[in-house]
């Protein structure tokens, strides 16, 4: 190098080499899911969702898990939630889908119960159980969480 190295150079115009880091965040989801265009996704013989649509679904399905005007965090297990939103769910999979076979169902609510456990678990361990005290807890809750 002929010059000096960039991190060597200090100028008012020299980027800071500090950046944070701000995680992952938030699944996108699928563009077409609730257009009206169906998507095509392969099974394999257990009926595991497979390749990249397979894995764009199973994002999908926790997106739907994350949001507390569908699924509720106020269930105490997901054995015990209502048979309507689970119904929901699933129909919701099958519009979305060019193909569902009847056995994904179980395969499907499997996946959708992992996701809600964790989503709740995480949820309550950061918003809840640090604040429980807290006579203001309720400010502190997220967007997508339903206050109550």
């Not at 497979?50 to 699924?71: A, C, N, T, W, Y």
């Not at 048979?83 to 009847?102: A, G, M, R, T």
Request: glycine share 6%; with cysteine; proline share 6%.
């Amino acid at each position: 190098m002929d010059g000096p190295s960039s991190s060597s150079v200090s100028s008012p115009h020299t980027i800071s080499t500090t950046l944070t880091r701000r995680g992952r965040g938030f699944a996108r989801g699928i563009k077409e899911w609730g257009t009206g265009t169906k998507i095509q996704v392969k099974f394999d013989d257990k009926f595991q969702p497979v390749e990249d649509d397979g894995k764009k679904l199973k994002g999908q399905l926790g997106l739907i898990m994350r949001s507390g005007h569908r699924v509720p965090l106020t269930y105490l297990s997901w054995n015990v939630m209502h048979v309507d939103i689970k119904e929901n769910i699933w129909q919701e999979v099958k519009d979305n889908l060019v193909y569902c076979p009847d056995e994904f169902k179980e395969v499907c609510m499997r996946l959708c119960r992992t996701s809600w456990k964790d989503h709740k678990s995480k949820t309550k361990s950061k918003y809840w159980v640090p604040f429980k005290n807290d006579p203001d807890i309720a400010s502190r809750v997220p967007s997508n969480i339903v206050p109550t």
